[in-house]
T-cell receptor, first 114, second 110 residues
Framework: EAEVAQSPRYKITEKSQAVAFWCDPI?????LYWYRQILGQGPELLVQ????????DSQLPKDRFSAERLKGVDSTLKIQPAELGDSAMYLC????????????FGQGTRLTVV | GQQLNQSPQSMFIQEGEDVSMNCTSS?????WLWYKQDPGEGPVLLIA?????ELTSNGRLTAQFGITRKDSFLNISASIPSDVGIYFC??????????FGKGTKLTVNP
């Protein structure tokens, strides 16, 4: 069964360091999402791509976060420099284009900033 | 921004019991989704609802899209230990982004 692949599963980094997460969506899914989930909360959208273009990054802290999907397939989310408050689960999801096409989530990357 | 109120926050039940949880919004949505998340994993879509009044089942799970378009309900019948997890509702208005509730943590005692 096709699934969204994310790596790494877990990451521990020191504050002020750079960290990057990778996501490979389900083949054929044009829309890709990065969510952040703080413990005890629901996921919150950071950035949404349609193919290689950003369609919504209104909640992305652009002073330290960046995301790219250069060839419209896999994507990278970067944080530089990491802060203690960035500790969270970072979830990638993908969906087909079109109405009422829901997203499938990956297993996530659990980030701990120390 | 839009807010979803999900209740209860947590539930402790005995195996075999039925479970009900709900989600309310201050805004009208035209899509309601219910997800389950196991510890350390991503959310898995359980049921999607697209029409007011719609009642949809997935095995022992049944969800309804409220008539007012501002609420949704999820019921689990005859709970089993593997139902343990966090259940999230999510709503969307038109092509706007999906908004998630804070989740209902379900514990099932064998």
């Amino acid at each position: 069964e096709a699934e969204v692949a994310q790596s790494p599963r877990y990451k521990i980094t020191e504050k002020s360091q750079a960290v990057a997460f990778w996501c490979d969506p389900i083949s054929g899914h044009a829309t890709l999402y990065w969510y952040r989930q703080i413990l005890g909360q629901g996921p919150e959208l950071l950035v949404q791509f349609q193919d290689e273009s950003v369609v919504d990054d209104s909640q992305l802290p652009k002073d330290r976060f960046s995301a790219e999907r250069l060839k419209g397939v896999d994507s990278t989310l970067k944080i530089q420099p990491a802060e203690l408050g960035d500790s969270a689960m970072y979830l990638c999801a993908s969906s087909r284009q079109g109405l009422n096409t829901e997203a499938f989530f990956g297993q996530g990357t659990r980030l701990t900033v120390v | 921004g839009q807010q979803l109120n999900q209740s209860p926050q947590s539930m402790f039940i005995q195996e075999g019991e039925d479970v009900s949880m709900n989600c309310t919004s201050s805004s009208i949505f035209n899509t309601w989704l219910w997800y389950k998340q196991d510890p350390g994993e991503g959310p898995v879509l359980l049921i999607a609802l697209y029409k007011a009044g719609e009642l949809t089942s997935n095995g022992r799970l049944t969800a309804q899209f409220g008539i007012t378009r501002k609420d949704s309900f999820l019921n689990i019948s005859a709970s089993i230990p593997s139902d343990v997890g966090i259940y999230f509702c999510a709503g969307r208005r038109g092509s706007e982004k999906l908004v998630f509730g804070k989740g209902t943590k379900l514990t099932v005692n064998p």
